[in-house]
């Protein structure tokens, strides 16, 4: 059916979009385009955004047939350990739009041709005439052997027994409380902590403290463990660190059934620079799923920037969202850097005052806003209830209203504003000078209509690099008179009090929703450490 509307709806409830009135019937314009050209081309939304279904390897009735999408090569293969790496073996054929294919037939005994733990990957030549390996970019499993070399390897992953879900998927409550965790530091020994131990050890202790959802981060697979996961190399593979992909479906499915939604960090504002085992020069080209040249960098990240104007980026995106929902059963994504995603700058070096022009003018990078809406109408459209929140410290104008209403579509975005007031205060002010109004007017300064998450601190807070709020109150007199054994100090008695008050302020007037990341809820004394060249490990 037909989208109706113009875009222009959101300046009904802010007369100060008035003067841009024209960009925004414009941007929905170009959203519509997409919308009608998808219907047109591929049959829908539903439809385009099923790739995971067709591309990357699938066991049919005939073999295990590998599709890949790589207009730059000249010829491609797939090999592995099943025809010994071959590459005359199972060479692919391309067709009109860059995409190759090849089946690997089953053997005699009707088997699937590729064994279930084999190593694989896709050779092409380039246009140069250079031969090279990369692992395919719907890899849905790659495993890292630290004591051979850092670069993963591609599994193809087809156990002879799948998981099967016990529980029906949770619609996120309208009052969210959400427990940010991430899954490797989810132990109290020195290792990478797994899937099934957090399903055992932490969702149960989540649901008791009164959590009704949680958001976990570095799960898409990311070559650095010290990036957080947010240097992703493979989109579709759970990180193989903390298990096997039935792992975190059984971790999601126990959740379900203890009432708790589950929201995925997603990460599709950049892509790790790696080649060998991400998707950088994927087809040996500087491009492919990215922009070209400078525009196609972050020069702050090192990392590659997507061409979100691209008919098959765009294909691979919105699919690598439907896959996580519908093979894992996710029921929210939090967008990471939005901001970089939505202008040309990325938001280095700028400074947002909030002026409107900052916002709707040459400094907005449309084809990203556009997919944005495209990813929001999607999931929105095909699944009820749906919780998308936004990663942006811009304060982008209806940027948390509908797509129909001319808005991106998300449902929440993060006050990111406040865990910085607070630690500003606790650095820079005297107890005596805190001025409540301020205070008070920051916690509710949002836009009208469109919803918030906040919070004291997230993973920026207690990850290297910062201080917790606890150790900002307390610091050094943590370690001794933290216990019922040692006396009670003013510091102490101090910090108490005010962890217990900045949290309840936070939740009573911050926003729509309330987030806590893993061990602030008691205070946790230390940032939180990875394996990394900087710590000696």
């Not at 790739?51 to 066991?59: D, K, T």
Request: with cysteine; net charge negative; glycine share 10%.
């Amino acid at each position: 059916p037909e989208i109706s509307g113009d875009g222009t709806e959101v300046i009904k409830s802010d007369g100060y979009l008035e003067p841009h009135r024209e960009y925004f019937g414009q941007r929905f314009a170009h959203f519509k385009r997409w919308v009608r050209d998808i219907e047109l081309s591929e049959g829908g939304i539903d439809k385009f955004s099923r790739g995971y279904e067709s591309y990357g390897l699938h066991v049919t009735a005939e073999g295990v047939r590998y599709r890949e999408w790589a207009p730059g090569a000249k010829e491609a293969s797939l090999v592995g350990d099943f025809n010994n790496w071959d590459v005359a073996a199972n060479p692919m054929t391309r067709n009109d739009f860059g995409v190759w294919e090849t089946v690997v037939a089953n053997t005699a005994d009707g088997q699937p041709g590729i064994p279930h733990g084999s190593h694989i990957k896709v050779t092409f030549v380039t246009g140069s005439g250079e031969r090279v390996y990369r692992l395919p970019a719907w890899s849905r499993y790659v495993t890292q052997d630290l004591t051979k070399s850092p670069i993963y390897e591609a599994v193809f992953y087809n156990p002879p027994q799948r998981y099967t879900f016990k529980n029906k998927r949770v619609v996120p409550e309208a009052d969210l409380c959400i427990y940010e965790a991430h899954i490797g530091i989810s132990s109290p020994e020195g290792r990478v902590a797994t899937f099934k131990e957090f399903t055992q050890n932490m969702l149960p202790m989540i649901k008791d403290l009164g959590y009704n959802a949680v958001q976990l981060m570095a799960v898409m697979e990311h070559a650095y463990y010290a990036s957080f996961g947010y240097q992703v190399t493979s989109f579709f593979a759970p990180s193989s660190r903390y298990g096997e992909p039935d792992d975190l479906r059984e971790l999601i499915d126990t959740a379900h059934g203890l009432g708790i939604a589950v929201f995925l960090d997603v990460v599709h504002s950049h892509a790790c620079n790696n080649v060998e085992d991400g998707l950088n020069q994927f087809d040996g080209t500087d491009h492919c799923y990215f922009h070209e040249g400078g525009r196609g960098r972050h020069e702050l990240w090192n990392s590659r920037l997507f061409n979100y104007g691209h008919h098959e980026v765009t294909r691979f995106l919105l699919s690598n969202l439907r896959y996580w929902i519908e093979e894992f059963g996710f029921d929210g994504f939090r967008f990471d850097g939005v901001t970089s995603m939505m202008y040309k700058h990325h938001g280095i070096a700028y400074g947002f005052s909030g002026h409107y022009d900052e916002y709707f003018t040459g400094n907005t990078d449309e084809e990203a806003v556009v997919y944005l809406m495209l990813a929001n109408y999607m999931c929105h459209k095909l699944y009820p209830g749906f919780v998308t929140i936004a990663e942006d410290v811009s304060g982008m104008p209806a940027l948390c209203r509908s797509v129909s209403e001319g808005g991106v579509g998300f449902d929440y975005r993060l006050t990111m504003s406040v865990p910085d007031m607070w630690i500003k205060m606790l650095k820079e002010t005297r107890d005596e000078d805190w001025d409540m109004v301020q205070i008070a007017h920051q916690l509710t300064n949002r836009r009208y209509q469109e919803r918030a998450i906040t919070y004291c601190e997230s993973h920026d807070q207690a990850l290297v690099g910062d201080k917790t709020l606890a150790f900002w109150l307390m610091d050094k007199e943590m370690y001794t008179h933290m216990s019922d054994m040692s006396p009670l100090t003013p510091i102490v008695d101090r910090g108490l009090a005010l962890h217990k008050m900045i949290r309840l302020v936070t939740c009573g007037l911050g926003g729509e929703g309330y987030l806590t990341f893993e061990g602030n809820e008691f205070g946790h004394p230390e940032w939180l450490d990875f394996p990394r060249e900087g710590n000696g490990s």
